[in-house]
């Protein structure tokens, strides 16, 4: 992963991220979560870049950042850094369920990982399971973050998240209740074709029995003759 942008390339996040919308015609969830922070934090940025830009002012350019101490950097390393949760997002947007699924294995229980494998889990294709895996670990690192990274975990992903796994959850039921309905449908189809045959059946015997009654009536008129 590359070094985070300065505020110079923060303040083109937005437009960047909706020109690969565009040229994808389409935007993942997670793309539209990070722009939606980032352009939290792009007006003031873009503040400091334009008060550089003037001639009597020569002020250093800042680094805007989602983490408030020194423990909450120390926490989520680079991902105090607004540009850093787009460029991660994008990096993977193009990934395979299985290769985010490798990427998820092969990363450990630290912070940062922690929110690798939270965005790696918001594929289209994620399974019920491994996304509801990811709501657990929202939960888990939560606590000690930062309003606006609790923002983008809870708010934004979180939620979203839920929607998903609930809407996955009332299809799963339906289709369960569909399932059972159907299986007792077919079962009463069965019964319901035994019992015809057993009808006629029975209707076959009486018709044999009138057959032979008749026959022995006939035979008696005969006899009387």
Known sequence: MSEPVVVADLCSIKTAAKRICK???RCSKAVQVVTVISTLSVVSACEVIKQVTQPAEKAPLAKPSLCLTEAQEDSFEAFCNISYWLEFVIETEELTSQQRIDMINDLGEETPS???KILLSQGAET?????LRAQNW?????????????LLLNDLIYE???????FE???????RVN????????NMQLKLTAREKEIQKQQDQVEQLLKIE???????RNEKR
């Open 127 to 131: 399974p019920y399971q491994q996304r």
């Open 179 to 186: 399932a059972r309905q159907e299986k007792t449908i077919s």
């Open 214 to 220: 008749t026959d022995l009536i006939e035979q008696n």
């Open 23 to 25: 040229m994808k015609r």
């Open 160 to 166: 979203n998240s839920k929607q998903l796994l609930e």
């Open 138 to 150: 929202i939960v888990k690192i939560s606590a000690g973050a930062p309003q606006k990274i609790k």
């Open 114 to 116: 922690l929110v690798k």
């Open 169 to 175: 959850s009332a299809i799963t039921i339906l289709s």
